[in-house]
């Protein structure tokens, strides 16, 4: 059928049934709230016989577009007698294998994605990940599209009922990924979204609701999923941790790490479960590499006597500012000091990736020094209100004189009247 | 005049003015006890009234009102220069009270004297409530002092009220809300309070009338009952009849100058105090934030008890507290009855189990914050 006849029957239909129309709409009408018309504009006559699939359809994004039942299925949706519906061009259900060929007979088009400015590059992503790959050598029991996209209800991943939208990745990848049984059987790592969901990462997904925090696919990629091999990790995670990257590459981590074979970020902070980097484990955590009473153990237990003296020197300016504010004296300057002194400190983490001492102390050093004049000037100023104890106590020197001789005036007034 | 004046500015003023009737009209709000005769020279009137004889009864402490002026002269001289930098908005309050206590030289000597003389001037009206109580001060011919004295400690208490709310640090907000719970718990009254203050909840229109209400209505209302207090003095005289054996008689002379040196001592108190013992700075209020600990002012904490804690609807609460109000101020019309002497022990041991209820009903009130 040419387009031309296609946007005419459409049309034709859509005067018909005018009401049909608000199912266009997905977002206005829940699927299933309504009884399920017997044609539609998507779907065609299609719905008459499967009715199920045709209201799932309707909610997708497809169905908005020129996209209908025939684009995948093959077939005629005009006629209601099966021999004709399921006749010339059917393809019926495609071949699990099939589907990412299918999806990019339009998606790799780019004559067809330009309007949309969608990017075309999908399908020979897909062809370099772990899922393709193995496809490509024929084992079917791999992800495709619609294995995370589904298949009639297909939404934008910017859409928050989506299987794609940010907080439902690491649903969407757990649904096999997070099938232990099914993991070790294809030899795969069985624990990997379990780790994940105990993560700072997925805490700051769900509990703290932001949805720019790294899923599944911050890391592993997106159609090219793979895990990213040792010598990649640190550019990996580098992409969000720039500051603590740049340390860890100047370093002799970095080195040490690619030539051992051992996956840099990974080998200190975990792959899936990564924990808040708290900075206490500075002084326990490289014994368990280098062994305890090593050098490496003195260094790491020095950098994080730095970072402690530093921090405790802040909270001790921050509590004196607290303590000028009650009286109060003007503390604005002081609050931007410490402020300043804050980010040398919080600069000093990262820079612990260096694993060398001077970098860290020169960071930290600064921040006590910033830390250790606000408090002396503070201490200085709380002095000053001594004066006032001071003024006060001349004051009644003044006063009881006053009283005295007011005294004398009563008694002389007592005597005189 | 009866007398020609001699040369000099005082003689110059005279011939132009009546001095004897201005004096005559400051002293109205305190520190004379017996009329003047506007019709004679100021050195004349003020030679004759030194030498005036004067009970001794006229000391510590049955010359709180006296205090009550005195610190009332004090709220009001540092109110107005407090007031040169307030600025009674919601964005503004804090800061400009900042300023004042920071950036101001003496700013904070200025606005402590404020509070701790509020403090101060709220213990002496009370304590001078109880101690007309206790010699019997409210029968007749003295139920106008006394509805003085009542209305005096209301207006000082509704200024301390107000005053807090002023400076929307977070504590004094928080407890303006318990306080005004109560307020707009009392049947007609609430209602009424909230109509005049601009609504139950505290923002720009309530600040805005807090101010005015602080800084002009009550201190001309205390002023009035003031005047009202000295005028009715003058006319029914000392209660010296309370205190038989305390018949010395001294000059006026010399009274005069005992209340100048407790007033030394007092303004000493106050600078020590204002010094040792400062009001903390606390936060800006928020009004989304409620921090813990939060208590109506002290002097509300019973009648908070009352309403919050109290059996019953909050209206037959609310009722009560009004009727106790009333019964407080009626008390010239109705004690004389239950206790015909004027040293009865009786209503002496009523009044001490009426104070000892108020303290336990404000300690529970205290110990309520929780809720």
């Known amino acids: 059928m040419k387009p031309v006849t296609v946007a005419a029957t459409l049309t034709a239909i859509a005067l018909l049934a005018p009401t049909t129309l608000a199912f266009a709409q997905p977002a206005a009408t829940a699927p299933g709230t309504q009884p399920p018309q017997a044609t539609s504009v998507a779907a065609g006559r299609c719905g ?56 990019a007979s339009c998606h790799a088009d780019e004559a067809k994605m330009r309007p949309y400015n969608l990017p075309v590059d999908q399908y020979a992503l897909y062809q370099t990940s772990g899922h393709g790959r193995r496809l490509a050598k024929g084992d079917p029991r791999v992800a495709v599209c619609s294995d995370c996209h589904g298949a009639h209800d297909i939404l934008p991943p910017s859409d928050p009922a989506s299987r794609v939208f940010s907080v439902n990745i690491p649903k969407t990848c757990g649904r096999c990924h997070g099938d232990s049984t099914l993991m070790v059987r294809e030899r795969h ?63 002799p981590h970095k080195q040490g790490m690619v030539a051992a074979g051992l996956p840099e970020c990974v080998s200190c902070h975990s792959h899936h479960n990564i924990r808040i980097a708290e900075p206490q484990r ?82 930290t050093s600064r921040a006590r020094s910033v830390g250790a004049e606000v408090a002396s000037e503070i201490y200085g100023k709380l002095g000053h209100l001594q004066a006032r104890k001071v003024a006060l106590v001349v004051l009644w020197f003044y006063l009881l004189l006053t009283v005295l001789v007011l005294r004398r005036f009563q008694k002389q007034a007592a005597r005189k009247d | ?49 030194a030498r005036q004889p004067i009970p001794t009864y006229a000391r510590w402490p049955r010359v709180l009102g006296l205090f009550a002026a005195i610190l009332f002269a004090l709220e009001v001289v540092t109110g107005v220069l407090l007031a040169y930098y307030y600025r009674p908005t919601v964005d503004a309050a804090f800061d400009s009270t900042r300023t004042i206590v920071r950036d101001l030289p003496l700013g904070w000597f200025i606005h402590q004297l404020h509070a701790w003389g509020a403090w101060l001037l709220v213990l002496v009206v009370v304590v001078r409530l109880l101690r007309l109580f206790w010699d019997g001060l409210y029968r007749a011919p003295r139920e106008l002092l006394w509805w003085c004295a009542v209305a005096m400690a209301w207006l000082v208490l509704q200024s301390d009220f107000t005053g807090k709310l002023l400076t929307w640090d977070s504590r004094a907000y928080w407890a303006a809300v318990r306080g005004m719970e109560v307020v707009f718990a009392l049947p007609v009254v609430g209602p009424v309070m909230a109509f005049l203050l601009g609504g139950r909840v505290i923002n720009d229109d309530v600040l805005i009338r807090f101010y005015v209400l602080h800084a002009m209505v009550l201190p001309v209302g205390f002023a009035a009952f003031l005047y009202l207090t000295f005028a009715s003095l003058r006319r029914v005289g000392l209660g010296t009849e309370t205190l038989a054996p305390a018949t010395k008689v001294t000059s006026f002379r010399e009274h005069l100058y005992g209340m100048w040196i407790m007033t030394t001592v ?25 921090p813990s ?32 109000a009333f019964a407080v101020l009626l008390l010239p019309l109705w004690a004389p009855r239950f206790a015909p002497d004027r040293l009865d022990r009786r209503s002496r041991i009523a009044g001490i189990a009426a104070f000892a209820l108020w303290i336990a009903l404000s300690v529970a009130g205290a110990l309520m914050e929780g809720r």
């Open chain 1, 48 to 103: 008459v016989c499967h009715p199920a699939e045709r209201v799932q359809f309707e909610t997708s994004r497809h169905a908005q577009e020129d996209v209908h039942c025939v684009s995948c299925h093959g077939g005629n949706d005009k006629s209601l007698d099966q021999a004709v519906a399921h006749g010339a061009g059917f393809i019926g259900r495609p071949k699990h294998g099939d589907i990412p060929k299918l999806c």
């Open chain 1, 189 to 251: 790592r069985p624990d990997a979204y379990r780790e994940y969901l105990a993560s700072v990462h997925a805490h700051e997904l769900f509990d703290r609701g932001n949805p720019r925090a790294p899923t599944c696919v911050s890391c592993h990629g997106v159609h090219g999923a793979a895990p990213p091999g040792a010598g990649d990790i640190d550019k990996v995670c580098g992409q969000c941790h720039t500051a603590e990257r740049r340390y860890f590459t100047a370093g």
């Open chain 1, 282 to 363: 500075l002084s326990v955590l490289c014994s368990t590499c280098h062994g305890e009473h090593s050098p490496q153990e003195t260094l790491g237990g020095k950098m994080w006597t730095e970072y402690r003296q530093a921090s405790a020197q802040l909270d001790q300016a921050a509590a004196l500012i607290t303590k000028a504010d009650a009286v109060p004296i003007q503390t604005d300057d002081y609050r931007a000091r410490l402020e300043e002194a804050r980010t040398y400190l919080r600069e000093a983490l990262p820079a612990a990736h260096a694993v060398s001492e001077p970098t860290v102390a020169a960071l």
């Open chain 2, 1 to 49: 005049m009866s007398e020609v004046p001699r040369s000099g500015w005082v003689a110059w003023l005279e011939q132009r003015i009546n001095l004897t009737e201005i004096f005559s009209f400051l002293t109205h709000f305190g520190f004379v006890y017996t009329p003047i005769d506007t019709t004679r020279p100021l050195s004349e009137v003020t030679r004759e009234l």
């Open chain 2, 266 to 290: 007092m303004f000493g108190l106050l600078a020590s105090l204002a010094v040792v013992l400062p009001f903390r700075f606390g936060s800006a209020a928020d009004p989304y934030s409620t």
């Open chain 2, 293 to 324: 600990g939060v208590r109506p002012p002290w002097y509300m904490l019973a009648p908070y008890a009352v309403i919050e804690g109290g059996p019953g609807p909050r209206w037959v609460l609310g009722l009560f507290l009004l009727a106790v």
